[in-house]
């Protein structure tokens, strides 16, 4: 079992910048770990994606160079710096982490074996 509990989520104005961090405990071992994001009346979709190994990122065309994935494997931390903030970025973000082996991306929220709680991110216009 893998527990995750994120933080840094608040009310920014448009053009700001946030930092989320995922603290991870229990099972320390995964494969990659993820941020996803879900505004009100939609689907959960996916922001970026880490390998926890190679440290190798994906990001969704939306956050793309606004936004930085990042992990520290000695404090088995994940974080999301994102800059340049839109109010379209308004949702609750939520960390997950995969115990699976996959060859290709993990963009997939069905990828994912668990997951945080979620921190609610609005940005004002």
């Known amino acids: 079992q893998v527990q995750l509990v994120e933080s840094g989520g608040g009310l920014v104005q448009a053009g700001g910048s946030l930092r989320l961090s995922c603290a991870a405990s229990g099972r320390t071992f995964r494969y990659a770990m993820g941020w996803f994001r879900q505004a009100p009346g939609k689907e959960r979709e996916f922001v970026a994606t880490i390998r926890w190994t190679s440290g190798n990122t994906y990001y969704a065309d939306s956050v793309k160079g606004r936004f930085t994935i990042s992990r520290d494997n000695a404090k088995n931390t994940l974080s999301l710096q994102m800059n340049s903030l839109k109010p379209e970025d308004t949702a609750v973000y939520y960390c997950?982490?995969?115990?699976?082996?996959?060859?290709?991306?993990?963009?997939?929220?069905?990828?994912?074996?668990?997951w945080g709680q979620g921190t609610q991110v609005t940005v004002s216009s």
């Open positions: 997950a982490a995969s115990a699976k082996y996959l060859s290709g991306t993990y963009y997939d929220q069905l990828m994912y074996d668990y």
